[in-house]
């Protein structure tokens, strides 16, 4: 842009000065497939790290499982005091660190949940999108291991799409997800970790405490970890 380009309104000038001083920052590798394809599911997306963000708001430190692109936490990170990242695929970590910013930098890690615990200890852990795509034969030992750095007051967060979903999901989605569940049953599986467990049902932005037997998504909060 021009030394001369100058918004009508001065209050937008910033938009102009920004773009100058550190040029447009991209989506990531999944995200912007996502806004090609099908631009809701990037406000979906984004809607599930909102609820995230202010379920751990304060939380000292926070580990995400199954980063992706890594491009909805920075909602995360505004609400929390430390967060890292964490993909057992290279391509995306690699993604996630050619786009980090000054002011939002986070640990980027790559790891593989089935081959043990990440490094590090946490107040807080949560996986959106991610233990669908897990066998249920190993589920037990991913979800132990991605607790596995919390204590004995930290919080696990799990957000998958319901089985009911599934009549309704797209061929590329089915093929990725072999382990969705019913509310009750995920509520089942995280009470294995957790004393509490706390279900949210939510269909396409909007998180509620209805008929979970209609919901697209559903959100399942442990507090209390079990020794």
């Not at 447009?24 to 497939?33: A, D, K, M, V, W």
């Not at 580990?63 to 929390?80: H, K, N, S, T």
């Not at 949560?126 to 007051?153: M, Q, R």
């Amino acid at each position: 842009m021009s030394d001369a380009a100058l918004t009508k309104e001065k209050q937008y000038q910033v938009c102009v000065d920004a773009a100058e001083e550190r040029g447009f920052e991209r989506l990531g590798l999944r995200s912007s497939e996502s806004w090609y394809q099908d631009p809701k599911h990037l406000v979906f997306r984004l809607s599930r790290y909102k609820f995230v963000a202010k379920m751990l708001s304060g939380k000292d430190s926070v580990l995400e499982v199954g980063c992706g692109d890594a491009f909805g936490p920075r909602i995360v990170q505004a609400e929390v005091g430390k967060y890292t990242g964490l993909d057992f695929d290279p391509l995306f970590i690699e993604d996630v660190k050619s786009r980090m910013v000054e002011g939002w930098e986070f640990d980027a890690l790559v790891h593989d949940l089935l081959d043990g615990p990440p490094p590090g200890n946490y107040d807080a852990v949560y996986a959106l999108d991610v233990l669908e795509h897990i066998e249920p034969a190993v589920e037990h030992e991913f979800l132990k291991n991605s607790f596995a750095g919390l204590g004995e007051n930290g919080v696990g967060i799990i957000g998958i799409p319901t089985l009911e979903s599934q009549a309704y999901a797209s061929p590329q989605s089915k093929e990725g997800h072999i382990n969705c569940k019913t509310a009750p049953d995920l509520k089942e599986l995280m009470s294995e970790f957790f004393h509490n467990v706390f279900i949210f049902s939510m269909n396409d932005e909007v998180v509620h405490t209805g008929h979970h037997k209609m919901a697209h998504y559903v959100f399942a909060i442990g507090a209390g970890k079990r020794s």
